[in-house]
C-alpha cells in the first residue's frame, strides 16, 4: 500500500494512470479521489483514511488528511455506487503524539467505519493504525505506553478471530535511535560582551561565548528542528578528542553554506563543552 503524507490521499490521474499500474491497494478521503479511481483504476483495492483527534499531537496530520465519521458514511455509499471496493480502514493520530488514549478511540471509530461498511455489504479485512510511536528513550511518552493502550483496544475491538490484518507504520520507532550523525567543526568565532562586569583576569572567560560552525544545517540532517520540532542531543566525546581544557559555556550552530545563509539555516542553542582550539588545529 502506498501511503506518502497525502500524496496518496491526492493523486494526479497521470500517476493512477501509470505510477499505480500494478499497485492494487491505495488509501482515499474524499468523493473527487473515489471519481478519479472509478475513472482511472476501477479495480483499486480501497483503505479509507478517517481523520483523529490529534490535537495533543507535534505535527497534526488530520488537518489535512482524513474522513470524519459522518463523511466515511457517504464516501462508502458513494464508493458503493462507483463499483468500487474498499478493503479496509486507516489512520494516523499525528507525528509525536503525547495521549496514547488517541489510539484507543482512533481504533473505536475504525470499528465503527468497519460496522458502516458491512452494512453496505463490504467485507473488511485490513486495519492500518498508522504511527507516531515515538524512537527514542527521551520522550514523554513511551512507546511501552502506548502499547499498553492499543492492545486491550485492539483485542476489544478487532479480536484475533475477527479476521482483520493489522499493520502499522513505525518508521521513527525503528530508524530514530538507530543513528549517530557525525559532523565536523569547520569555524570558530569568539563573541565578547559589550560590558564587562570585572576587570579581572579570572572574569575573563565569563565575558565572552564561542560560537562553533558545522558542517550541517536544517537543510539538511537536521530538517527534523523545523519538521517534526526535533530537540538535537549533542554528543562530545572527549576523551577520545584527548582536550584538557576549561569549561565554558559555548554557542553551536547548525548551519549548512552549501545553501543561501538565512536566519531559518541558523540554529543556535547553548551548551556546555570544552574548548576545542586542539580540534579546530587537526581540521
Known amino acids: ?20 499500474n500494478g499497485v492494487q491497494m491505495m488509501t482515499f478521503d474524499s468523493e473527487v479521489e473515489l471519481m478519479k479511481v472509478a475513472r482511472c483504476h476501477d479495480n483499486a483495492k480501497l483503505v479509507l483514511r478517517i481523520a483523529t483527534d490529534d490535537s495533543k499531537a507535534v505535527c497534526r496530520l488530520s488537518v489535512k488528511f482524513g474522513a470524519t465519521l459522518k463523511c466515511s458514511r457517504l464516501l462508502l455509499e458513494r464508493a458503493k455506487e462507483l ?11 499525528g507525528s509525536g503524539c503525547t495521549d496514547p488514549e488517541t489510539y484507543s478511540q482512533a481504533i473505536s471509530d475504525a470499528r465503527y467505519v468497519f460496522d458502516m461498511g458491512a452494512e453496505l455489504g463490504y467485507n473488511m479485512t485490513l486495519l492500518d493504525i498508522g504511527g507516531g510511536f515515538p524512537g527514542s528513550e527521551n520522550t514523554k511518552l513511551k512507546f511501552e ?37 557525525a559532523v565536523s567543526i569547520i569555524a570558530k568565532k569568539v563573541i565578547m560582551k559589550e560590558q564587562s562586569s570585572s576587570d579581572e583576569e579570572e572574569d575573563w572567560a565569563n565575558d565572552r561565548t564561542l560560537m562553533y560552525y558545522v558542517n550541517d544545517g536544517v537543510y539538511g540532517s537536521f530538517n527534523c528542528i523545523l519538521y517534526d520540532h526535533a530537540h538535537v542531543l549533542f554528543l562530545h566525546d572527549v576523551d577520545f578528542m584527548q582536550i584538557e581544557c576549561q569549561t565554558y559555556w559555548l554557542t553551536y550552530t547548525l548551519n549548512q553554506f552549501q545553501l543561501p545563509l538565512d536566519e531559518i539555516a541558523v540554529q543556535t542553542e547553548f551548551i556546555m563543552l570544552q574548548h576545542l582550539d586542539q580540534v579546530l588545529n587537526n581540521i
Open 83 to 93: 463499483g468500487l471496493d474498499v478493503i479496509g480502514v486507516s489512520f494516523h493520530v
Open 1 to 20: 500500500m502506498i501511503n506518502l503524507q497525502g500524496l496518496d490521499l491526492s493523486k494526479l490521474i497521470i500517476n493512477i494512470k501509470y505510477i499505480y
Open 145 to 181: 505506553e502506548i502499547a499498553a493502550v492499543i492492545n486491550p483496544a485492539l483485542d476489544k475491538y478487532f479480536p484475533v478471530d475477527c479476521g482483520v490484518r493489522i499493520i502499522a507504520e513505525p518508521g521513527r520507532y525503528y530508524i530514530a535511535s538507530a543513528y549517530t550523525l
